[in-house]
Structure formats: structure tokens, C-alpha cells
């Protein structure tokens, strides 16, 4: 493309226009384009001969190679599904604690049961299980109702529904504050005497138990490692869980703290995969 | 305006109806790229305005594709044809005052259908998604009366010959008014399912390749030549573009549905005549850049061919992407992801509007005979356009090739939405860009048509450029 080349001597079609501003020249398309033309018009016989393309009166031509994309589908499902196959028959015979304890097993499930997790659970409990404000984190080894396999398979299949009466009607804002500071206190190491009594007085320890380590067949948290099942774990959180409680139908402002049951929604298979999965998310108890 | 619509079509000034067109194109581009910028702030920033209906993300999505599509893209396109095609017939507009109310039933008739959109009451049916009372409303006060004028202005020509941007206008506007009364066929026979779903993309994929592709195409045809004073490169090449498209490219819609259960012969076909819409693709390319011939200063020094030429390359990627990304190999991998949604934008907001927005450029200055009030403006609307429009290209297409390898390697879907986060930001930043650019644009020509310096008779507007 040199400067100016042939820009005047190329006759034009002898018509212009706008008030004989514009031109059109009469210059041939360059010769790799038309070669680029030939060439496309000829893989495009070629398509049409291969493929089912050219429409008929009642029907089309199937193409020389028979192919179809619902053919080629079903192809690379049928390849897919026959890798799988045997564990997935595995899976189905075995228990979720057995499926644990066989390593091969174990490590197809835990890459399947990311898949499952993230459809499934990670809307709620995060990516990787990491938790949201409200929703607990899967994977740390703190567990409300424990954290052994069939505990794990026992909460997805049924769901679990936490429960703690709201205290804010009972106490007065003296004592309210006084457990606040003895339950925020426990995982800090220090201790609030006035506290202690209101948690005993009040029957606290009833679920959450003497020590204060929580109950796991009631799913109550443990209150002295400083994981906090509703975050941040500020003392103004704390307070709110004591003042209004969890699941407390009595009182508007209760905390939320609804597992639904995944037994209607998933294959027994697949909540066995993502009982193992969960379990090793957290590293086993 | 008002005041014309009841005048005597001899005491309208000629050039009414485009101006007007061009005003009305400018403005809904700021509204609907503003409305394209609040949009991408709730995709990048969950939580920006929620709680209500009317602003959520289902009600105002089509609100921003149509006000951009029917409102700058095709008004634009009528401004152009307003003033371009009696130009190259050495002749005026057939009728001013249809001109000029084509212009006032176009503004009403869009904002109508635009509110009943973001009230929510739609076909449900993307891209033809107005009721079909506002259907046919557009049928009957907006395409047709566009391409009576058009036609009877080109009959009425005084020059031989038809100049090639003409063909593209005369068929353009028969192909849109066609495309309405044909695409939004769903309406009139109730069609459901498959049916209905292959003649939603029939209308949305002609709208663009029978009418959009192409005029903006017929700009780059008349604004290089005139701005550049070299004449058409080749006669020839116009004609193979324009044959080629007309005749092979109406029924490439299948390619949208390239995983539904539609007849196999069918997506081969229009999988075929995507690929093969590089042919005149690339004679429209050639042709331009081969009439740029000794003037390729201009490209620097002059707004309108900095416009142009930016969009006629852009039709490089834009068919590049286009031919390849519906076939079959590499569909099933970008369907329904960001990618598309870049490829769109390269579309409209790359290609097209660097085309329109040369045409009103020079139609602005041409027909109110005063020069652009800013230069500097102008290169600064350009600037913020191509780097905006860019960043979102970018942002867009790693976020589709991002949610494509999700798809197939079935990641989590929570994982890609974490993934794509920072570019849905990026994005919001491109779409913050352009829309910035426009309020600039608007104040721009605005200022011209007040106090720009009058050009005197005998001179063209981009002469003047660099006086003072």
C-alpha cells in the first residue's frame, strides 16, 4: 500500500455525487481476497457435503459422516459415565464411614462432593465451607452437633433446627450484662463472678453444660474456644443471642439457625459423598 | 421542533429532521448508557440499590439494551440517512415534515414502550421484547415512515446511478420494517416453544446483521470518501459486500440456538453463513482502509475518520469473534457466558457507535453550517469512549472464558461469581467511562449549534478544523 498509488488513474463508473464530491473507482477486489472468497466457498461445499445441512421437500441430507451433535453427545457421556461407573457402584453399596476409610474411594468423593458443595451447600456455608455471617463455618473442627461422619451424614439428611429461649424478658439489664461479660470472658480466660452466678441461676449450664463446652446431642455451642456460631463475636453480638435467642418463635428479633432436610433433595449417594467431604473439609474429629 | 410539526412542508429548513434526530440520538445514548452503567454498578456491587422492583436488575436490563438499540443506534442511523442520502442525490429530503414527525412518534413511541419495559410488562422475548401493541407501533410511525422518505428521496435523486450507501439505506429500511412484522411473529400466532424461541432470535440477529451492521457499514462508505476527498476505492467490492449480505445472510438465527434440540440441517446452516459473513466483511474493511490511500494523516488530525476508521476496524475482531464463536466447536464452550455479552458490546458500542457517532459529527456541523465547538472535547468523547468500551471488552471477555471453563469443568457456581468479581468492577468502570464521555459529547454539540463559528459557504467543515 505505497503512498497515493494509483489514487487518479484508475477510471471511475462516471457517475458522482454530492455535488460531484464523491467518486466510486472501478478497481478489482485485491487477489487475496477473492482467493479468501474461492477458498471459503469451497470448505463450505465441503461442510455441506459432510454434514447434514442441505433442507429437502419432507427431509435433509444426513451428511456423508452420519453425523449429529445429539449422536456426539451421547457418545461423550457413555465415555464419562463408564469411568465413573465402578466407584459410583462402590459408593452406592458402602456406608459413609466405610467410603472414609477406603483411600481411593475417599479421594474420588472428595472431588465430586466440591461439585455437589458448591451447588448445594456454599450458597449458605461458603465457598469451601468458609462460612457467612449467620451461617456456620464447615471448615474449622468445631462442631455443634458433633463432628463425626454419620453425625454429618445424620444433619444433612434430616436438617437441624437450633434452639435457645430469648432472655431479654427475664433478665434485668444489670444481669444481662453481667453473663455478656462472663460468657465473652470464658474464651479469654478471665472470669466475671457476678456473670457466673446469672449463668448458673439462670440455667445456662442446663444445655450449654457445667463446663460451658456445649452439648452436641442438643447442638449447643461450646462457649470457652472463642468460635462464635453467630459472628462478629462481640459482646453486642453476644448480648443479642442471650436478649433474644435462637429460633425463639415468642420473640420478632430471635436469631435464625435453620438447617433444611436434604433428604427430598438429594440421592442417598450424593449425601454420603458430601458427608465425606464435609468431614474432611474440617479435618476430622 | 414542536412548531414545525404543523408547518408547511416548504417552511420547514431543510436539515430540520436530522438535526432533530441527532439530538434525540445523543440524548438517549447518555440515558442509555447511563442506564448500562447503573446496571453494571449492581452486577459489580451486590448490594447498590436493592429492595425495589422498579430498579432491580430484571426490570431495567432491557430498558438499557433497547433505549441503546432503538433509541441512540437507530435514531443515529435515521440522522443519517436524513441528511446523507438527498446529499449524495444532489437533492433534498423527500419531506421534511415527515422528517420531523417521524422524529416526534419515534421519542414517544420509545419512551412509551421503555416504561411499560420497566414496569415490568414485556413479551418476555430478549431483544423484541416490547409489547406488541409497541410492535406495531414501530411497524406503522417508525420504520415505515423512515424508509418512504428514504426511498422516495432516493427516487427523486438527481444523479445517475445510485451511490453505494444509498443501496445499504433503500435496503436497510425495507429489511428493518420486514424484520418487525416478520420477527415479532410469536405475537401474532401465538407461537410457543421452539418456534417461538428460533423467531426471537430470527429478530435479534437480523436487527443486527440486516439492519445495524449494515448502515453503520453505508456511514464508513459515505464519511471516508467525503471527509478524505478520495473517491471509493472500488465500485466492485461495494457490490460484493452488499450482494453478499442481502442474499446469504437472513437466516443465521439458529446459531443462537446452537444446543437446542432444532433441526441438525438448520445450525448447520447458519453456522455456515456465520462463518461466512468474513467475506463481505473483509471486502467492507479492505475497501475503506484501500480508499484511506494517502490520507492516513487524517486518522490523527481529523474527528470524523478518527471516528470512522476506529470502527471499521473494529470490524476486524468483531467478525473474526462473530464467524467463529457460533460454531459448533467453540459455542458449547462460550454459550450463555460473559463473552457473548463482550461480543455484543464490540458490536453496538464498538463498531457502530464509532460510525454513528462520526455521522453525527459532521451531519451536526454540515447542516447547521457552524464548526464543532471543541475539538479538544471531541477527542476527549473519544478517548473515553474507546477506553472505556475497551476495558469492558477486556473485563468481559475474560469473565465469559472464565465462566465458560466453570461450566464445563463444573466449578462451583459460587466459585465463578467470586472469580469474576473484579472484572464485573472493571466493567462498571468501561461502561462509567462512556457514559462520562457522553454528558461531555452532549455539552459539546450542544455548544455548537449555539455558538460554534459559522462556516462559510464553499467550505466543508473538517477544513476548518485548526483555525482559530
Redo the contacts between chains.
Keep these: ?1 505505497s ?3 494509483n ?1 487518479n488513474q484508475t477510471p ?8 460531484g ?10 487477489g487475496w ?1 477473492k482467493l ?2 474461492w477458498v ?1 466457498l469451497a ?2 461445499l465441503v ?2 457435503i459432510l ?5 429437502l421437500a419432507t427431509d ?2 444426513k451428511g456423508v459422516m452420519g453425523w ?3 449422536k456426539e453427545y451421547k457418545a461423550d457421556l457413555k465415555e464419562v459415565e463408564e469411568l465413573r461407573a465402578p466407584y459410583e457402584a462402590k459408593i452406592k453399596k458402602m456406608s459413609a464411614s466405610a467410603i472414609l476409610a477406603d483411600s481411593e474411594l475417599s479421594s474420588y468423593v472428595e472431588k465430586s462432593g ?2 455437589l ?3 448445594r451447600c ?2 449458605c456455608h ?2 469451601g465451607g468458609a462460612g457467612n455471617p449467620g451461617f456456620p463455618v464447615l471448615a474449622d473442627d468445631d462442631w455443634l452437633y458433633g463432628g463425626d461422619i454419620n453425625t454429618i451424614e445424620a444433619s444433612i439428611t434430616d436438617g437441624r433446627e437450633g434452639g435457645m429461649p430469648a432472655f431479654g424478658g427475664s433478665l434485668s439489664a444489670q444481669q444481662l450484662d453481667d453473663v455478656t461479660q462472663f460468657v465473652i470472658g470464658l474464651a479469654q480466660g478471665t472470669k466475671h463472678a457476678a456473670g457466673a452466678a446469672v449463668f448458673e441461676e439462670q440455667g445456662c449450664s442446663g444445655c450449654h453444660g457445667e463446663d460451658a463446652k456445649g452439648v452436641t446431642f442438643m447442638g449447643s455451642a461450646n462457649l470457652t474456644d472463642g468460635i462464635y456460631r453467630f459472628t462478629p463475636g462481640t459482646a453486642e453480638s453476644v448480648k443479642y443471642t442471650i436478649a433474644h435467642g435462637v429460633n425463639d418463635g415468642s420473640d420478632p428479633e430471635t436469631r435464625n439457625a435453620v438447617m433444611p432436610s436434604f433428604a427430598d433433595k438429594l440421592t442417598e449417594t450424593e449425601i454420603k459423598k458430601l458427608a465425606v467431604y464435609v468431614y474432611k473439609l474440617g479435618g476430622g474429629q | 421542533m414542536l412548531k414545525y410539526l404543523f408547518a408547511k412542508n416548504e417552511d420547514i429548513p431543510q436539515g430540520s429532521a436530522a438535526i432533530f434526530f441527532a439530538f434525540s440520538s445523543i440524548v438517549w445514548f447518555v440515558v442509555g448508557t447511563g442506564l448500562g452503567s447503573f446496571n453494571a454498578a449492581k452486577l459489580a456491587f451486590p448490594d447498590f440499590v436493592t429492595g425495589s422492583e422498579l430498579f432491580s436488575f430484571g426490570h431495567m436490563r432491557q430498558v438499557h439494551v433497547l433505549a441503546v438499540i432503538f433509541g441512540w443506534i437507530s435514531m443515529a442511523f435515521a440522522m443519517a440517512m436524513m441528511y446523507i442520502t438527498p446529499a449524495l442525490g444532489n437533492t433534498k429530503l423527500w419531506s421534511e415534515k415527515l422528517g420531523i414527525w417521524n422524529c416526534f412518534l419515534w421519542n414517544i413511541g420509545l419512551s412509551l414502550g421503555l416504561t411499560l419495559l420497566w414496569a415490568g410488562i414485556t413479551s418476555g422475548r430478549e431483544y423484541s421484547d416490547f409489547p406488541w401493541v409497541i410492535d406495531l407501533y414501530i411497524a406503522a410511525f417508525i420504520a415505515l415512515p423512515l424508509a418512504i422518505n428514504v426511498w422516495m428521496t432516493i427516487l427523486k435523486r438527481r444523479t445517475q446511478g445510485i451511490y453505494t450507501t444509498n443501496w445499504f439505506f433503500g435496503a436497510g429500511v425495507f429489511m428493518v420494517t420486514i424484520v418487525f412484522i416478520v420477527g415479532n411473529s410469536p405475537e401474532w400466532f401465538n407461537l410457543t416453544g421452539l418456534s417461538e424461541a428460533y423467531m426471537t432470535w430470527w429478530f435479534a440477529h437480523n436487527v443486527l446483521g440486516l439492519w445495524i451492521t449494515p448502515i453503520a457499514a453505508a456511514i464508513a462508505y459515505y464519511t471516508v470518501p467525503k471527509v478524505t476527498g478520495n473517491p471509493l476505492y472500488s465500485h466492485r467490492i461495494g457490490h460484493l459486500h452488499f450482494w453478499s449480505v442481502v442474499v446469504f445472510y437472513s437466516t443465521p438465527a439458529a446459531h443462537h440456538l446452537m444446543s437446542a434440540p432444532l433441526p441438525e440441517w438448520l445450525k448447520s446452516f447458519a453456522s455456515v453463513e456465520g462463518v461466512l459473513i468474513l467475506v463481505p466483511a473483509i471486502a467492507f474493511v479492505s475497501n475503506l482502509i484501500l480508499t484511506m490511500q494517502g490520507k492516513w494523516h487524517m486518522f490523527v488530525e481529523n474527528v470524523e475518520i478518527k471516528f470512522t476508521i476506529t470502527g471499521v476496524l473494529m470490524a476486524i475482531p468483531l467478525n473474526m469473534q462473530g464467524g467463529f464463536q457460533q460454531t459448533r466447536a467453540i459455542n458449547w464452550y462460550v454459550h450463555g457466558t460473559g463473552w457473548i455479552v463482550a461480543h455484543a458490546h464490540l458490536a453496538l458500542l464498538g463498531f457502530s457507535t464509532f460510525l454513528e457517532g462520526a455521522a453525527v459529527y459532521y451531519g451536526i456541523q454540515t447542516i447547521l453550517r457552524r464548526k464543532l465547538y471543541s475539538l479538544a472535547l471531541a477527542n476527549f468523547h473519544f478517548w473515553f469512549l474507546l477506553i472505556g468500551f475497551s476495558i469492558y471488552w477486556i473485563s468481559m471477555t475474560i469473565a465469559g472464558l472464565i465462566q465458560g471453563a466453570g461450566k464445563i469443568y463444573e466449578v462451583p457456581y459460587i466459585d465463578v461469581v467470586i472469580a469474576e468479581h473484579p472484572y464485573m468492577i472493571a466493567r462498571w468502570v468501561g461502561g462509567t467511562l462512556v457514559f462520562t464521555g457522553n454528558l461531555v459529547w452532549l455539552y459539546n454539540m450542544y455548544m455548537t449549534a449555539r455558538v460554534g463559528t459559522e462556516i462559510p459557504v464553499g467550505r466543508l467543515p473538517h477544513e476548518m478544523a485548526y483555525e482559530r
Design positions: 500500500m503512498d497515493n498509488k489514487a471511475d463508473t462516471g457517475h458522482s455525487w454530492d455535488d464530491a464523491l467518486r466510486e473507482l472501478l478497481n478489482e477486489p485485491p481476497w479468501g472468497m471459503s470448505w463450505v461442510y455441506f454434514y447434514p445441512s442441505i433442507p435433509f441430507t449429529t451433535a445429539i466440591k461439585v458443595f458448591g451447588d456454599a450458597a461458603g465457598s
